[in-house]
Nanobody, 120 residues
Framework: QVQLLESGGGLVQSGGSLRLSCAAS????????MGWYRQAPGKQRELVAI???????NYADSVKGRFTISRDNAKNTVYLQMNSLKPEDTAAYYC??????????????WGQGTQVTVSS
């Protein structure tokens, strides 16, 4: 069984920083792309950033230059460093990763979500 555990959300003032973490655990054979999505109240879930297992990254235009995604393959962990936060960044943030478990087919897995609230 594979699980994703997120941490690092919270309340921060506009212009502040937060770092999110998402650690995968369980019977894992391989981890492919890892990413972060967010969903604000009344809005659809949107991709924030993604990183391949080779280290290539892609960002939503709204966060380019402010957010940085990284991963530690030895720890099966993906990070999202968020700087210069704005009130419009307020949302629940979810990590998502494609994993090949040892004893079941490759599939996509979601974290439980962590709330980020940016006050003006």
């Amino acid at each position: 069984q594979v699980q994703l555990l997120e941490s690092g959300g919270g309340l921060v003032q506009s212009g502040g920083s937060l770092r999110l973490s998402c650690a995968a655990s369980g019977s894992i054979s391989s981890i492919y792309a890892m990413g972060w999505y967010r969903q604000a109240p009344g809005k659809q879930r949107e991709l924030v950033a993604i990183i391949t297992n080779g280290g290539s990254t892609n960002y939503a235009d709204s966060v380019k230059g402010r957010f940085t995604i990284s991963r530690d393959n030895a720890k099966n962990t993906v990070y999202l460093q968020m700087n210069s936060l704005k009130p419009e960044d307020t949302a629940a943030y979810y990590c998502y990763t494609t994993i090949r478990p040892r004893f079941s087919p490759t599939g996509g897995y979601w974290g439980q979500g962590t709330q980020v609230t940016v006050s003006s």
